[in-house]
């Protein structure tokens, strides 16, 4: 039978065997799926393995910093490349959400095939692939794998491409997953963290992005995020997140008239992310949440509430 524990002893055997003394990347997203594989092959190779995880500027508040450290503490070799500026400016004034993914998946592999050229003589590539990614020609929702994948058909392949591919993930399914990393004493909340799109927070910002924006909508979804977990309810939730529109509004403040941003915000029920149900959160969490972001967050005077499903609405707004 089927067990985590076996499952990750029989891996982790497998990897020694396939790797040997070979040299390994990995590119970390902060996700289940790409730490849970890093610990597997940390725990077969070592120090053999080199974990590059990189900041677009367009993660969650602190999640940069917060995230790295955790996997320092986990005894990963991981190094953490501060991009941000480089998607910024590779984002700036872009304000198609198709062309708004590609710049953020070409700056994604400059950066990775530059520092994958820092380490000499490495021959494999991880990747954090699940089953569902294998039998979906095109995935959506992975990390740095699916942007690497959507590169194929741009032609003149990175070098980095032309390493051979270890996916030690690759026959298991999202839950197992987990499994196999509680059972590797990975942290609860990282293994229990909701999906994030690899373009993060850019296909939220309706219209172009910029640094201001990003603030803005960083400090919007950390009340939101925060504020679930208080209540007990992130773990009900799927997915959730806000969502910055390109529309300002009319409001009050003191005796003065606002004219500021409007955001959104979103959280769902869904299995695998196809389709999705808005969830029915609680007047009152919505009621102190919506409270807490126009006190709080400069630049925001109104907070609605998407109450779409999927299909036909999207999970994200881009
Ligand atoms: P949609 O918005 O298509 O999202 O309903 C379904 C799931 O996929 C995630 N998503 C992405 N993940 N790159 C990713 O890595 C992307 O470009 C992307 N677009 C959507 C989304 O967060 C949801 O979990």
């Known amino acids: 039978t089927w067990t985590p524990n076996s499952f990750a002893e029989t891996t982790v055997a497998n990897l020694k065997a396939q790797l040997g003394d070979d040299k390994v990347v990995l590119g970390l997203s902060g996700g289940v799926d790409s730490s849970v594989a890093a610990v597997l092959l940390n725990k ?18 602190n999640e940069f910093e ?9 005894g990963l070799n991981v190094k953490g490349v501060d991009a941000s500026a480089r998607f910024m400016k590779a984002l700036a004034g872009e304000k198609d959400p198709e062309k708004k993914r590609k710049a953020i998946g070409n700056a994604f592999i400059e950066v990775f095939d530059d520092e994958a050229h820092k380490i000499e003589n490495v021959t494999w590539l ?7 990614d294998v039998i979906e020609s095109v995935s959506v929702n992975g990390g740095p794998s699916a942007k690497i ?23 298991i399914f999202k839950d197992e997953v987990r499994r196999v990393g509680a059972s590797m004493g990975i942290d609860k909340e990282l293994l229990g963290r909701h999906p994030f799109p690899g373009p993060g927070l850019a296909i939220r910002i309706l219209g172009d992005v910029d640094e ?11 009340i939101f995020i925060d504020g679930l977990k208080e209540h007990g309810l992130y773990n009900k939730v799927w997915q ?13 403040m003191g005796d003065e008239r606002t004219y500021e941003k409007v955001v959104a915000l979103r959280a769902v029920e869904s299995t695998d992310g196809m389709t999705a149900d808005w969830v029915n959160l609680p007047y009152e969490f919505l009621q102190k949440t919506s409270n807490n972001i126009i006190n709080k967050v400069k630049g925001v005077n109104r907070v609605v509430y998407d109450i779409s499903s999927k299909p036909p609405a999207t999970i994200e707004w881009e």
């Open 66 to 74: 917060s995230v790295l450290k955790q996997y320092e503490g986990m």
């Open 240 to 252: 959730a997140g806000a969502m910055l529109l390109p529309v300002n509004s009319v409001g009050v």
């Open 149 to 171: 994948k959507s590169h194929h058909n741009v032609g003149g392949l990175p070098d980095f491409m032309k390493l051979k591919i270890v996916e030690p993930l690759r026959m």
């Open 212 to 222: 201001e924006k990003v603030r803005i909508l960083q400090e919007v979804d950390a």
């Open 44 to 61: 077969a190779i070592g120090k053999n393995l080199y974990c590059i995880f990189v900041n677009n500027g367009l993660l969650r508040k």
């Open 126 to 132: 991880a990747q954090g692939t699940i089953y569902p």
